[in-house]
Nanobody, 121 residues
Framework: QVQLAESGGGLVQAGESLRLSCAAS????????MCWYRQAPGKQRELVAT???????DYAYSVRGRFTISRDNANNTVYLQMNSLKPEDTAVYYC???????????????WGQGTQVTVSS
C-alpha cells in the first residue's frame, strides 16, 4: 500500500509564494510520472503540472512561468513551487503518482489527501 503525505498549503496574499510537498511511502519499485492537480469550488479537477521519471516537465497554461514542479527521486517526493500567486489559484491541491511495485509490473495510481491553498486579493 502506498500513501502520499502532502504539506505546504495555506493562506497567502496575491503575489506571494508557497511551496507544496508530497512524499510517497510504501511498496514502490519505481515512480513514473508525478503530478499536481487542483480543484476549485464548483469546478472540475484540473492537471496543473507533471514531471516524468526523466525530469521532463509540463504545465497548464494558466500557471506556466509562475509554478515549478520538481522531484527528489531518492526520497520519492514531488514539490510544487508556486510564485506570483493569484486569487484564481485558490483550490485544493492534490498530488498524484503513477508507480510500479515491481519491474515490468502494472502501473498503479495513488492520490494525496489534498491541501488547501487560498490566495486573497
Amino acid at each position: 500500500q502506498v500513501q502520499l503525505a502532502e504539506s505546504g498549503g495555506g493562506l497567502v496574499q496575491a503575489g506571494e509564494s508557497l511551496r507544496l510537498s508530497c512524499a510517497a511511502s510504501g511498496t514502490i519499485f519505481s515512480i513514473n510520472a508525478m503530478c499536481w492537480y487542483r480543484q476549485a469550488p464548483g469546478k472540475q479537477r484540473e492537471l496543473v503540472a507533471t514531471v516524468t521519471s526523466g525530469s521532463s516537465t509540463d504545465y497548464a497554461y494558466s500557471v506556466r512561468g509562475r509554478f515549478t514542479i520538481s522531484r527528489d527521486n531518492a526520497n520519492n517526493t514531488v514539490y510544487l513551487q508556486m510564485n506570483s500567486l493569484k486569487p484564481e489559484d485558490t483550490a485544493v491541491y492534490y498530488c498524484n503518482i503513477r508507480f510500479q511495485i515491481r519491474r515490468g509490473g502494472v502501473v498503479y495510481i495513488s492520490w494525496g489527501q489534498g491541501t488547501q491553498v487560498t490566495v486573497s486579493s
